[in-house]
């Protein structure tokens, strides 16, 4: 009986929709539910969480400071007395004939930049330049956190200044954007377009400089990413552009990662290679002669061969200093915490061969072609007065885990546009097509002339242009 009822369903089914008519609307409404599905879905996104990194257990019973306190960067006399001490009794060493800056920081030279160290560097004069750009503390999740907030002076009738947050790397600081910072607030007096216009945020990461160090362990970039989040919040920004290098790069991707609503774009000029796979070794290995059939060009190949061929002495030679920071930390920041000669050395060798590997060929380590040693030692003296290097060194330990590559941040795409600028000294040069596997939204990817590693201090108006040129794209599509 029930079959023959259901015989006679399924012919006056087919008797009012016909089978001409059935294939169309099928067809119809799986597309809807596969776009539905395909918009619908969420970005995948890593986990905000929560933190505390104050000394003691965090206290329930008095809530948060949230204030935002203005901040003066001041000097002490008995910190330069200090100083001045310990340069004197600096016990310097021969270096091998003929031997530059290939067994690292030349010690001859270095007797030179402890001379004018002790004798001509003004650090009153360089604090009064630190203090030109506003200087502000707040406290998250029990740090006090410093930052810069600086905004345009003038804006024409109509224009809006754009949120930026800046954030820098190791072995710098905030003074890394000192010289690129006037050309993002007032791009017009400078020969770059009007508009569009930035207010920039600079914070210190906590352990760097003026920012409060972290108590306990476990302070990585993705606690770096939710800490100046919250800060833009506590600033009234819900939506605002990101830009970063080195640790910058990656603190500023993880805000990207966590909280995509609120991020217009994302500039970065430091990539860092996505976790190898099957189709990046043979990118990588084909790329040299057939680059056309994996998706590179010839700029491609100018900037990744032969260094890719002779990779594994190039990174021995240039990444002990990693191995030890991911390892070891507090054992070399003894010294340097100890010694202003041991650690201008140790940060200054990078300022050298990160701006361009052929500075090790040069006795002087080719400093002073792209820096005044001013600038180069205010940066180290911002380590000095705060005793920072020793906790700044800990970053790397605490990023560089056993489970690094299978955790979230590592696993997880970035959706929010995207903008690459890639300096041709940079340490490591990733092709679109690699990089693409990790950040699905490239909206501008340049190829730049010259720079290196510390593109906002080397070549500030490149680095401006750049990011002007990608937030200009940005906002013109989403117009």
Not at 470 to 477: G, L
């Amino acid at each position: 009986m029930w079959r023959q009822v259901l015989e006679d369903g399924r012919s006056a089914f087919n008797d009012h929709w016909p089978h001409s008519v059935l294939v169309p609307v099928a067809v119809g409404i799986g597309g809807v539910m596969v776009g539905w599905m395909i918009c619908g879905r969420k970005p995948k996104t890593i986990e905000m969480g929560d933190g505390w990194w104050g000394s003691g257990h965090k206290s329930y019973v008095q809530s948060e400071d949230t204030s935002v306190r203005p901040f003066t960067i001041e000097e002490s006399e008995d910190v330069i007395k200090d100083l001045y001490e310990r340069l004197d009794q600096t016990r310097f060493f021969e270096p091998l004939e003929n031997s530059q800056f290939h067994y690292g920081f030349n010690s001859a030279h270095l007797q030179k930049i402890v001379t004018y160290w002790r004798n001509d560097f003004d650090w009153s004069e360089q604090v009064k330049n630190l203090n030109r750009y506003p200087h502000y503390k707040t406290t998250v999740e029990g740090l006090e956190v410093h930052f810069m907030h600086v905004k345009p002076s003038n804006l024409a009738p109509g224009q809006k200044a754009l949120p930026l947050l800046m954030v820098h790397g190791w072995p710098g600081s905030i003074y890394e954007f000192f010289r690129i910072l006037p050309l993002l607030t007032e791009p017009g007096k400078h020969g770059l377009n009007p508009d569009p216009v930035f207010e920039v945020i600079c914070p210190s990461i906590p352990g760097y400089g003026f920012s409060e160090a972290s108590h306990k362990e476990g302070f990585n970039s993705v606690a770096a990413a939710r800490i100046f989040y919250k800060l833009m919040l506590r600033l009234g920004f819900k939506e605002f552009y990101l830009q970063g290098g080195d640790w910058g790069s990656l603190i500023t991707t993880n805000i990207a990662q966590m909280k995509p609503e609120s991020i217009k774009g994302l500039h970065i000029n430091c990539v860092f290679m996505p976790a190898g796979g099957l189709k990046q070794i043979l990118t990588l290995l084909l790329g040299r002669y057939l680059p056309w059939l994996v998706g590179m060009n010839t700029e491609d190949v100018k900037r990744i061969y032969p260094y890719f061929e002779k990779n594994v002495y190039a990174r021995l030679r240039e990444s002990g200093y990693l191995h030890i920071q991911a390892t070891k930390p507090d054992t070399v920041g003894s010294a340097l915490n100890d010694s202003p000669a041991g650690l201008a050395a140790y940060i200054l060798e990078k300022f050298s061969t990160w701006t361009n590997p052929d500075f090790r060929q040069l006795e002087d380590g080719g400093l002073e072609r792209q820096y005044s040693m001013d600038d180069l030692l205010t940066n180290v003296m911002i380590y000095w007065t705060t005793g920072s290097i020793a906790s700044s060194m800990r970053f790397y330990k605490e990023n560089f885990t056993r489970d690094m590559l299978t955790s979230p941040v590592y696993k997880t795409g970035v959706h929010v546009p995207t903008g690459i600028a890639n300096f041709p000294c940079e340490l490591m040069h990733v092709p679109r097509v690699l990089a693409k596997e990790k950040f699905r939204n490239i909206v501008t990817y340049t190829y730049l002339p010259r720079g290196g590693h510390f593109a906002a201090m080397e070549e500030p108006l490149l680095l401006a242009k750049d990011v002007q040129d990608f937030v200009s794209a940005v906002e013109k599509c989403k117009k």
